[in-house]
């Protein structure tokens, strides 16, 4: 018992766990009782690298008991000859199906020392020689099913041992996935072409003329797997019934010897005749198919039979194939067929099947062929019924990303090879993976799938994790490429319209509302000129882009615009990548780019803000707060003004081109666009004034004084628009045993450094700091002391002044000056008592002076947002009259925002609610108006357009469409002003 148990442990060593392994090692002669005999070595070792070494060591002994005699030269052979030790052992260790043959078949063994049984080419005449009797007919009936089906399994033992063999024996030829599928498919087309003959010989009728055999699925596409149904479509000639007995005892005959022939996809599925006519097929399709059918067809192809009755079949279904993509709601379709394959699968397989699960095999094949017939239409590279082959076309044509594409087809490989070694099993159909809890399963799968242990996991464990990653992937891709918007946009675009190199470009272009199609089609050329990845892109790109941009204010300067951020960003390698993954990125930039010419302008500056489109969350995302200290954390690790002041002005180009953005889709209401601009022009203030205060302390060696900005007008309601300047003033304070002209001096230099340093030229939207509201206007000292406004204000001060104080605010510098200047101007902008009659009369005068002289020449005075009946001036005029009125015993109306001052003013009974709603109405419109005017136009406008393309482009951006006439809009902003107009007469002038 001891030197059997000494035996057994040496013998687990090559990874035998069976206790009969001792007994059938030594009955083949490979071991006794002191171990290992003579050569046997290379035999074990084989044998422990098989997928189960008890399963191949087992196989081996049933070869033994059931040819004695042949014995010794299989044994001589398992030590002598490399190729067919791997090729065997590797099968035996697999499957039980193919040892059961092997038993069966004495002798068959053999057959793998010779190359011949994988090539391919010779599949037929093998299969023929084995049904060909002496008389050169073909077996019949019962026999002829019985030596095709030997013949037939004898070569996918040939294949099966080549695609092993080499995990058992290093270095022996390891075929892909592709030439494993092609070799399968080649003798799947053998079995159909050798059981054709013997229905010929049967029913005593030829198929030349008479019947053609159409491969559909994956034998269609050339990638079949080991245990799988043969769908096929039968094509006859003029004589259905001849064909239809051909044909169904084709079927019956391999059906019984190799696998079951599928003729459901045939037209009406099972219900359907079994062989129809050329003519009936075509009319079929023309009249009754549906989408499903001609995704299918994608993989039709002949494969037996009378080759030009299938070639006829191919080339009429052709087209139908690739103009199917046309038909309405293709995609719609096409995805909900997906979904409906998902949702009857049982919930317990749903992780865990390799073929219709989440992951599998299906979501790379819906994918890819959804891909192949929408952009195929124009594209004959994607013209393939081989799934990698096809991805391989997507990827190299652009229409997916490279990596995408790798990886696709990477996992779709790596399950297709999972799927085959659970088929070889026991030579069944089954695409369900090991449950996790299996772990013999799994451990002899992963050996098969040539998994090694990784990261402390055993080789289960690690198959396990792999199937799980590549599974998330394929489902990670095919959601990003299966919904993809773009899709449904280039499906909706006819066919004719996609070959936008055909001379009828022009009149769709003109039919798509261009002006100028000829100038377009030159802008066409020059985006999708050459042979490059880019211009691929763009050739899919394109008639989508084209479509959208026709539903835009301006077309022509739309397209115009996306070949000048094509062009600049031609370099910038995520660029194109980023339209063509994102669907909803090219509809939302078509727009943007044919309503506004700020928009582009930036965006070739600021291409960043291109990848924020497709995610609106992260388009309006980042709050005021969080952009100023981002944009001040940036400004601090400059190294000097200049440097800081680029950065500053680069970030704020960002942030300019993010909120215009978002403002034109929409997705920001006019407070918060506002709020948001405002904080921006803040933070460079803060940033821009702590790089001068840096440069003059490094000069001086010390800091003469502290400095406070004071946010006036718009900048201190936090109201500012895209082009409004920065009304501010400054303030400053003395160091300790610093006089206050030298403080002022140095304070003044620091307030010059900042209004040189923002307000050089650029191309992006001016900054100037404006500070004519200080005491004495543009006269008057840059900068004062608080002391040095205190007096001022007492003895000089205005009314008007004392108004603009309103919206004072800090915003930048020494917040504690700051803070003192508010306590100091609070009785100035809030008198106590309230404003005096004197006073009011005062305002208004100066309201109609103002009015008077800076309407501008000509304008008209019911359009202009800023000083027209109704508009800004209006509204906020008569809010800060209340104000100075009423803030001394209302304390909600001492606020620097004039809609929170009209809120205060309805809760306090001030106006009445009506009245108010229409004052916020008129001003929230007006505030609108004129930014969409700034953004349209690309620079600063206060009167809303009267005509033509502007007034077209802004009715746009309050949600007109192109055929609606924007007069409707103007039509809307006069009645809405002309209300607030009569509110404000009523309030200013009357109260």
Not at 180 to 198: D, M, Y
Not at 493 to 505: C, F, G
Request: net charge negative.
């Amino acid at each position: 018992m001891a030197e059997r148990a000494r035996t057994a442990a040496s013998a687990a060593r090559y990874g035998f766990t069976d206790t009969r392994a001792d007994t059938l090692l030594r009955a083949a002669g490979w071991w006794d009782a002191a171990g290992l005999v003579g050569d046997a070595s290379d035999v074990l070792l084989a044998l422990s690298r098989a997928a189960d070494p008890d399963l191949a060591l087992l196989g081996i002994d049933r070869l033994r008991e059931a040819d004695e005699d042949g014995w010794p030269e299989l044994d001589r052979a398992l030590r002598e000859n490399r190729t067919l030790r791997g090729r065997l052992i590797s099968v035996l260790g697999m499957s039980t199906a193919l040892a059961d043959f092997l038993v069966a078949n004495p002798g068959q063994w053999r057959s793998l020392e010779d190359s011949r049984c994988t090539v391919s080419e010779t599949f037929i005449e093998q299969l023929l020689d084995r049904l060909r009797r002496d008389d050169g007919t073909y077996e019949t009936g019962l026999a002829a099913e019985q030596a095709l089906r030997a013949a037939y399994r004898g070569l996918l033992l040939g294949i099966a041992a080549a695609d092993l063999g080499h995990l058992v024996e290093p270095g022996l030829d390891q075929p892909s996935f592709p030439e494993v599928s092609s070799q399968l498919t080649v003798l799947a087309e053998a079995a159909l072409t050798a059981g054709l003959a013997v229905a010929e010989q049967e029913t005593g009728a030829s198929a030349a003329g008479s019947l053609a055999v159409i491969a559909m699925g994956k034998t269609g596409g050339r990638e079949l797997n080991y245990v799988s149904d043969v769908d096929v479509i039968f094509v006859g000639a003029d004589d259905v019934m001849v064909a239809t007995r051909l044909a169904s005892t084709m079927m019956r005959v391999v059906g019984n010897a190799c696998f079951e022939v599928d003729a459901a996809l045939r037209p009406e599925g099972r219900s359907g005749a079994l062989v129809r006519t050329l003519e009936g097929h075509a009319g079929y399709y023309r009249k009754w198919a549906k989408t499903w059918e001609f995704q299918a067809l994608l993989k039709a192809r002949p494969v037996a039979g009378d080759a030009e009755l299938g070639r006829l079949y191919a080339e009429m279904v052709a087209p139908m194939v690739w103009s199917a993509a046309d038909r309405e709601n293709f995609v719609t379709e096409v995805q909900q067929m997906r979904r409906r394959v998902e949702d009857h699968l049982a919930s317990e397989h749903l992780e865990r099947e390799l073929k219709l699960g989440r992951g599998g095999l299906r979501d790379v094949e819906f994918a890819v062929q959804l891909l192949q017939l929408v952009h195929g239409r124009v594209d004959p590279e994607l013209h393939s019924p081989s799934t990698l082959d096809a991805l391989e076309a997507l990827g190299a044509g652009g229409y997916v990303g490279r990596a995408d594409a790798a990886e696709m087809a990477s996992s779709y490989e790596f399950l297709r090879n999972v799927e085959h070694r659970l088929q070889l099993r026991r030579l069944r159909r089954t695409h369900l993976f090991p449950e996790a809890t299996d772990t013999t399963e799994l451990r002899v799968l992963a050996r098969a799938c040539g998994i090694t242990r990784s990261r402390g996991r055993s080789q289960g464990e690690s198959l396990l994790a792999e199937f799980r990653r590549h599974a998330q992937g394929i489902r990670r891709l095919h959601e990003k490429v299966f919904y993809r918007p773009l899709l449904q946009s280039v499906a909706n675009v006819p066919t004719e319209a996609l070959r936008l190199t055909t001379k009828q470009a022009a009149s769709r272009l003109t039919a798509l509302g261009y002006a100028a199609p000829e100038g377009a089609l030159q802008h066409i050329k020059a985006l999708t000129a050459g042979v490059s990845r880019r211009a691929a892109i763009q050739q899919a790109l394109l008639p989508v882009l084209l479509d959208c941009l026709a539903d835009t204010p301006d077309p022509d300067g739309g397209l115009l615009s996306y070949r000048k951020v094509s062009e600049a960003l031609e370099q910038t390698p995520w660029y194109l990548r980023v339209l063509r993954d994102e669907g909803t990125v090219v509809e939302r930039l078509a727009f943007l780019l044919g309503t506004s010419r700020l928009v582009p302008d930036l965006l070739v500056r600021a291409p960043e803000v291109l990848q924020l489109l497709g995610d609106p969350a992260r388009l309006i995302g980042r709050t005021p707060d969080e952009v100023a200290t981002s944009l001040l954390a940036a400004v601090r690790r400059q190294p000097g003004p200049s440097a800081a002041v680029a950065a500053a002005r680069s970030l704020r180009r960002h942030e300019l081109l993010r909120i215009a953005c978002a403002d034109l889709l929409g997705l920001m209401d006019v407070p918060a666009v506002c709020e948001a601009l405002s904080s921006v022009w803040v933070a460079v203030l803060r940033g821009a004034l702590s790089a001068a205060c840096r440069q003059r302390q490094a000069e001086l060696g010390r800091t003469p004084a502290s400095v406070a900005v004071i946010g006036m007008g718009r900048l201190g309601g936090a109201e500012l628009g895209y082009g409004s300047d920065a009304d501010v003033m400054f303030v400053c304070a003395p160091a300790e045993g610093v006089s206050d002209a030298d403080a002022v001096r140095y304070a003044s230099s620091v307030a010059e450094a900042v209004r040189k340093m923002l307000g050089t030229p650029s191309a992006d939207p001016a900054l100037v700091v404006d500070a004519d509201l200080r005491p004495e206007g543009r006269s008057g000292p840059l900068v004062r002391t608080l002391d040095s406004y205190r007096a001022y204000y007492q003895r000089w001060g205005e009314v008007w002044e004392a108004q603009a104080l309103l919206r004072a605010r800090f915003v930048a510098g020494d917040e504690e000056l700051g803070q003192r200047f508010l306590e100091m101007i609070e009785p100035i902008r809030y008198p106590d008592g309230g404003l005096d009659a004197a006073g009011a009369r005062e305002i208004r005068r100066i309201k109609a002076r103002v009015e008077t002289e800076r309407m501008p020449r000509g304008a008209d005075p019911t359009r202009n947002t800023k000083l027209g009946r109704g508009g800004l001036a209006d509204v906020e005029w008569t809010v800060q009259l209340l104000q100075m009125q009423h803030a001394h015993e209302v304390p909600a109306l001492r606020t620097t925002s004039t809609l929170d001052a009209l809120t205060a003013l309805a809760e306090a009974g001030l106006a009445p609610a009506d009245s108010v709603a229409s004052l916020r109405k008129a001003w929230l419109l007006a505030t609108r108006v004129r930014n969409a005017g700034m953004l349209v136009r690309g620079k600063a406008a206060d009167e809303v357009p009267g005509s033509g393309r502007d007034l077209a482009a802004v009715a746009r951006v309050f949600g007109y469409s192109v055929d609606d006439d924007p007069g409707e809009f103007l039509d809307s902003y006069l009645r809405v002003t002309r209300l607030a107009h009569a509110v404000v007469e009523e309030l200013f002038y009357e109260n």
